[in-house]
């Protein structure tokens, strides 16, 4: 008789503890993502399509779903999960609802009438030494005010060790500029491999503007991803 007891409080402790595991999985299933945000700190993103990452992926909002533009071709604001920078003026990357390669919104890059100008913007991702990463992304250019000029765009890898120490030099992918098609998305692609010591990289899109830039000309990006290469 004591054995039975015994028997029967062991499989009641193995059902409480599988309760348990059932009840934190499904915790973390409604809770969602932890994302840096430029001006919020750490934010939670619900499990919103086109926001949070699909199997293999790395990234986060890559897509640009978040936060939703409620009227009107685009806002004064900036994607949740990534941080912007600028040569000087006020940044124009901007979340977009005036064309989409997936989902409903894109990032837009307004370009701006100063020679040499930079604007853009970026995740940190730790990574791996000598695994191949593998940065795409989905580019147009606007068709009601093209890119002209001398602005292009281009995807960007920046290697960190853990002091935060750049190292290994820029990996840069071919740039887009005033040949890129209005009419369809293009896929562009930018593979390479942390060196030595790196802890977390910089995937960084950017645009130029180069000698003689034309403002008010623009290009929208949509479904940007980082996944380790097969």
Same mark, same amino acid.
Not at 146 to 161: A, H, N
Not at 180 to 191: A, G, N, Q
């Given at each position: 008789?004591?054995? /039975?007891?015994? /028997?029967?409080?062991?499989?009641?402790?193995?059902?409480?503890?599988?309760?348990?595991?059932l009840v934190m999985l499904t915790t973390c299933a409604y809770v969602g993502c932890f994302v840096l945000s430029g001006s919020a700190g750490v934010r939670v993103l619900p499990e919103t399509p086109g926001a949070t990452s699909t199997l293999g992926e790395l990234?986060?909002?890559?897509?640009?779903?978040?936060?939703? /533009?409620?009227?009107?071709?685009?806002?004064?604001?900036?994607?949740? +999960?990534?941080?912007? &920078?600028?040569s000087g003026k006020s940044d124009l990357v901007l979340v977009s609802n005036a064309a989409a390669h997936s989902g409903s919104q894109s990032i837009k890059f307004v370009s701006q009438a100063t020679p040499e100008f930079y604007q853009g913007l970026f995740q940190t991702l730790p990574v791996t030494p000598g695994v191949i990463y593998d940065f795409t992304a989905y580019v147009i250019s606007d068709p009601s005010s093209?890119?002209? +000029?001398? +602005? &292009? +765009?281009?995807?960007?890898?920046?290697?960190?060790?853990a002091k935060g120490t750049e190292i290994g030099g820029r990996r840069w992918g071919s740039?887009?500029?005033?040949?890129?098609?209005?009419?369809?998305?293009?896929? /562009?692609?930018?593979?390479?491999?942390?060196p030595p010591d790196c802890a977390r990289a910089h995937f960084v899109i950017v645009e130029k503007g180069g000698a003689q830039p034309v403002d008010g000309c623009a290009f929208f990006v949509d479904d940007v991803s980082v996944a380790k290469a097969q």
């Open positions: 008789m004591a054995r /039975v007891e015994l /028997v029967q409080s062991q499989w009641s402790e193995i059902a409480m503890k599988r309760s348990v595991d990234l986060s909002n890559g897509g640009f779903e978040i936060p939703a /533009v409620d009227s009107g071709t685009h806002s004064a604001l900036h994607p949740d +999960g990534w941080l912007t &920078f600028t093209p890119l002209r +000029g001398s +602005g &292009f +765009g281009q995807l960007s890898i920046e290697w960190y060790d740039a887009w500029n005033a040949s890129l098609s209005s009419k369809e998305w293009t896929r /562009v692609e930018l593979e390479a491999v942390p």
